[in-house]
C-alpha cells in the first residue's frame, strides 16, 4: 500500500467571482401589491449586466478550472482539499498557474474603466425602468471579488502527534490515522474504477446500438483519462494502468468519423468496450472483497 505523505500532496482550488446581482426592494414591492402576497413569498433579484459577454466567459472559464482540478486529483476524506500524486504535479501545477492567469487576464479586461462603463451603459439600455447607476459598485470594488487561486499543502503523517499525551493514546492515534490513510487510498482507487467503468459503459451503450449517435467527447473523454490514470493511480494497482490503456487502444485512439460510418469498426469498438467492462465488474467485486 502506497504512504500518503510521501507520494502526494493536497491541493486546494478557490475561485469567486462577482455575480452581478442585487435585490431589488421596491420591485418585490411592486408585485407583493399586484400579486396581493407578502415579500415572503417571493424576492425579485435584478442581474444588474444580462447579456454581458465578458462575464459570461469569466464564468465558463471559471467553471474550466475547476473541472480540471476535480478531474486531475483525486478525493480526500477530510474537509480542505484534493489528493494530487506527485507524479502529476509539475503537469497540474502548470496548467492551474495558466489557467489562472487567464482568469486574472479576463476579469482584468472586464473591470477595466472603459470596458466596465460601457458594460453599465448596456445595461442601463436593456434594463429599463430597474436600472439604478447606484446599483453598480466600482470597477475597482468589483475586481475585488475575483479570485481564483491554488494552495498545495503536505499531506499529514501518522507521526504528526506532538502533544502530551500517554504512550498508548498516542500510539492509538497513530493507527487510527494509519486505517484512516489506508481507507483514503481505497477511496481514491475506488474513484479510478469507478470513473474507467463509467467510461466503458458509456461507450459500450452508444456504440451498441447503430441508431445511436456520439460526440467527439465519446473518444476524447477516453484518451484524455487513460493519459491520467497512471499518474492518479497512487495505489499503483496494474490493473487500472492496464484496462484504461487497453479501453483506449479500443475505442479511444479510434477515428471518430469511422465509429459513426464504419459498421464492422464501431461493432468491433463496442464488443471490446463490453468486454472491458466486464473485466472491470469482476476486478471491482475483488477489490471490495479484499477491502
Known amino acids: 500500500m502506497?504512504?500518503?505523505?510521501?507520494?502526494?500532496v493536497l491541493t486546494t482550488f478557490a475561485g469567486k467571482m462577482w455575480n452581478g446581482r442585487k435585490f431589488d426592494k421596491a420591485t418585490t414591492d411592486?408585485?407583493?401589491?399586484?400579486?396581493?402576497t407578502t415579500e415572503r413569498a417571493g424576492r425579485f433579484n435584478k442581474n444588474l449586466m444580462p447579456g454581458e459577454?465578458?462575464?459570461?466567459?469569466?464564468?465558463?472559464?471559471?467553471?474550466?478550472?475547476?473541472?480540471?482540478?476535480?478531474?486531475?486529483?483525486?478525493?480526500?476524506?477530510?474537509?480542505?482539499?484534493?489528493?494530487?500524486?506527485?507524479?502529476?504535479?509539475?503537469?497540474?501545477?502548470?496548467?492551474?498557474?495558466?489557467?489562472?492567469?487567464?482568469?486574472?487576464?479576463?476579469?482584468?479586461?472586464?473591470?477595466?474603466?472603459?470596458?466596465?462603463?460601457?458594460?453599465?451603459?448596456?445595461?442601463?439600455?436593456?434594463?429599463?425602468?430597474?436600472f439604478v447607476n447606484s446599483d453598480y459598485p466600482r470597477n475597482e470594488e468589483v475586481r475585488k471579488q475575483f479570485y481564483a487561486t491554488v494552495d498545495f499543502a503536505p499531506l499529514p503523517t501518522a507521526n504528526d502527534y506532538r502533544v502530551d499525551l500517554?504512550?498508548?493514546?498516542?500510539?492509538?492515534?497513530?493507527?487510527?490515522?494509519e486505517n484512516r490513510e489506508e481507507r483514503v487510498i481505497r477511496g481514491a482507487t475506488k474513484h479510478?474504477?469507478?470513473?474507467?467503468?463509467?467510461?466503458?459503459?458509456?461507450?459500450?451503450?452508444?456504440?451498441?446500438?447503430?441508431?445511436?449517435?456520439?460526440?467527439?467527447?465519446?473518444?476524447?473523454?477516453?484518451?484524455?483519462?487513460?493519459?491520467?490514470?497512471?499518474?492518479?493511480?497512487?495505489?499503483?494497482?496494474?490493473?487500472?494502468?492496464?484496462?484504461?490503456?487497453?479501453?483506449?487502444?479500443?475505442?479511444g485512439d479510434q477515428d471518430i468519423d469511422e465509429l459513426r460510418e464504419d459498421g464492422p469498426v464501431r461493432e468491433a469498438a463496442a464488443e471490446d468496450a463490453g468486454n472491458i467492462v466486464s473485466k472491470i465488474k469482476s476486478q471491482m467485486e475483488a477489490f471490495h472483497s479484499d477491502n
Not at 411592486?30 to 396581493?36: D, P, Y
Open 30 to 36: 411592486e408585485i407583493t401589491a399586484l400579486k396581493h
Open 166 to 177: 500517554a504512550a498508548g493514546e498516542i500510539q492509538r492515534l497513530k493507527e487510527d490515522y
Open 53 to 130: 459577454p465578458k462575464l459570461k466567459e469569466i464564468k465558463s472559464h471559471l467553471a474550466s478550472i475547476r473541472h480540471y482540478h476535480y478531474a486531475n486529483s483525486l478525493p480526500w476524506e477530510w474537509k480542505g482539499g484534493q489528493i494530487l500524486p506527485a507524479k502529476h504535479f509539475m503537469a497540474y501545477s502548470k496548467q492551474m498557474a495558466e489557467f489562472i492567469r487567464q482568469f486574472d487576464d479576463l476579469v482584468d479586461q472586464f473591470c477595466e474603466p472603459g470596458y466596465y462603463q460601457e458594460a453599465i451603459d448596456k445595461a442601463a439600455i436593456a434594463m429599463g425602468q430597474l
Open 192 to 251: 479510478l474504477y469507478d470513473k474507467l467503468h463509467d467510461l466503458a459503459t458509456h461507450a459500450q451503450e452508444r456504440l451498441s446500438d447503430p441508431k445511436n449517435s456520439f460526440h467527439g467527447t465519446l473518444t476524447e473523454n477516453i484518451q484524455q483519462f487513460a493519459d491520467l490514470v497512471p499518474d492518479l493511480n497512487i495505489s499503483e494497482d496494474q490493473f487500472l494502468n492496464e484496462a484504461a490503456s487497453e479501453l483506449r487502444r479500443a475505442v
Open 2 to 8: 502506497a504512504t500518503l505523505n510521501t507520494s502526494a
